[in-house]
């Protein structure tokens, strides 16, 4: 079955018991995450009972947590009395996030200069493991509401900024996350199977730049560009993304990889 979500699972987020038998991991701060965490695949507002289930804990547990969470404004009742949203005081703190991260902060003139040269989204992602989630998210003419969103995030074995990663990483670790990785299909053209993805890894590595038609979104089409750190390690990606009904492959190039790779060298090496 085809999936249309837009938040992808990172592989490095699971607890293991023994990082919490630590004397210095505070349960209750875990438990307080949870309860923010349930919202993540929500399509609406959670009632109590739901919260319970989703961050598996009992309903009494749970009422104590979104109330704490609700007298310091992180949860809200939704207005219509259908359940609890999440609050605006979170907004604060994905402030804080993307004004301290300092690639974001060095990246974003640099990427407002490359939407006014390539008339295109351009989007920044971080690297999360199995996924790559957008920091920055620059709109043109044609865009709907999710895609406007900083937060998102996709799968790095089938998107443009994935394989412009992995095209940094060793085989053996880009192996390693196509084997974690759950490769369910977004459209009927989505990669799944791992050696044709390292195959294209691997032109990637050669050219210094992905191009990905129709892997996420049909239709669309994106170049990826690498962002590497001082170490040389990639920790990002630059995402230009167009309509294929717009473009041809080889004009889509022309007009957008000369400077996509230009303004991933501007930025990498902060």
């Known amino acids: 079955m085809l999936r249309t979500t837009t938040r992808a699972e990172s592989g490095l987020r699971e607890v293991t018991d023994a990082q919490k038998s630590d004397t210095l991991f505070v349960r209750s701060?875990?438990?307080?995450?949870?309860v923010l965490a349930a919202f993540h695949h929500a399509d609406g507002p959670l009632s109590l009972g739901?919260?319970?289930?989703?961050?598996g804990t009992d309903r009494s547990a749970a009422q104590r947590m979104v109330h704490t969470l609700r007298t310091l404004g992180y949860i809200e009742r939704d207005p219509q009395g259908n359940?609890?949203?999440?609050g605006i005081r979170i907004l604060d703190h994905t402030?804080?996030?993307?004004r301290l991260?300092?690639?974001?902060?060095?990246a974003t003139p640099v990427l407002l200069e490359l939407r006014k040269s390539v008339r295109e989204r351009?989007?920044?992602?971080?690297?999360?493991d199995l996924r790559v989630l957008y920091a920055l998210r620059l709109q043109t003419k044609r865009e709907n509401f999710y895609a406007t969103l900083v937060g998102h995030s996709v799968p790095t074995f089938c998107s443009s900024g994935g394989w412009a990663i992995m095209s940094?990483?060793?085989d053996e670790q880009v192996r390693d996350i196509l084997e974690r990785s759950d490769r369910a299909p977004f459209t009927p053209h989505t990669m799944t199977d791992i050696d044709e993805i390292l195959q294209n890894v691997e032109e990637t590595r050669e050219k210094g730049y992905s191009l990905v038609l129709g892997q996420i979104l049909s239709g669309e089409i994106v170049a990826g560009f690498p962002v590497l750190n001082a170490q040389g390690e990639p920790v990002g990606a630059i995402h230009i993304a167009g309509s294929?009904?717009?473009w041809s492959s080889d004009d889509y190039i022309n007009h957008v990889v000369p400077l996509g790779l230009e303004a991933a060298r501007a930025i990498s090496y902060y």
Do not use: Y
């Open 244 to 246: 294929m009904s717009e």
């Open 101 to 106: 991260n300092p690639l974001v902060r060095f």
């Open 83 to 86: 359940g609890f949203l999440p």
């Open 50 to 55: 739901e919260i319970a289930q989703r961050t």
């Open 29 to 34: 701060v875990e438990k307080a995450m949870s």
């Open 95 to 98: 402030l804080d996030a993307l």
């Open 168 to 170: 940094k990483l060793p």
């Open 122 to 128: 351009v989007d920044l992602s971080l690297f999360d």
